[in-house]
């Protein structure tokens, strides 16, 4: 009898994962993983704190304690954001609705490592751009056609005016 009943419980778990496999999925402009973006903003946003936003809300800010990388004087960088040739920056974890905040990478995680966060009306109320890109590329491949450390790489790509060849463009 247990058995029959685990059987059941299976098979309507598969049906719903099955019916959800055929609703339509986020676009990349929704979602990251695994893509890359190359972006262009209005203005130099490199040192800030970004956060996503839906419908105008901020939905996500991350912690940055575990992705920043800190120099010989401990200025902390973020690791999913590259400068690459022209003014464009390369990164993970940017969708196209993301927003930047006043905030500084290293003035954010000197507070993430005193314990200290934001709330919610305080990320909103730091929002200094929330249609920041001038150009937006993604690369939605998997497995990934490029990584973070292929900068000379994706640089040759700008030189040779080829980024839609190799990437997706959401925004000009």
Request: proline letters at 3%; one cysteine or more.
């Amino acid at each position: 009898m247990m058995k029959t009943i685990s059987l059941k419980i299976g098979i309507l778990l598969l049906a719903f994962a099955l019916m959800g496999a055929g609703c339509e999925k986020d676009t990349p402009s929704e979602t990251l993983a695994p893509g890359l973006v190359i972006y262009k903003t209005k203005k130099d946003y490199f040192e800030n704190v970004h956060t996503w936003l839906k419908d105008g809300k901020v939905i996500f800010i991350q912690s940055f304690h575990q992705k920043i990388e800190l120099d010989n004087e401990g200025y902390a960088s973020y690791k999913f954001r590259s400068k690459l040739i022209d003014g464009y920056v390369l990164a993970a974890e940017h969708p196209v609705t993301t927003a930047f905040l006043s905030y500084s990478i290293q003035d954010y995680s000197e507070m993430e490592a005193e314990g200290s966060h934001p709330s919610m009306d305080e990320i909103e109320n730091n929002i200094i751009d929330d249609d920041p890109f001038v150009e937006y590329y993604y690369d939605a491949t998997s497995p990934r056609t490029f990584e973070m450390r292929d900068t000379a790489q994706i640089n040759e790509i700008i030189r040779n005016g080829e980024i839609e060849k190799f990437f997706r463009k959401l925004k000009q």
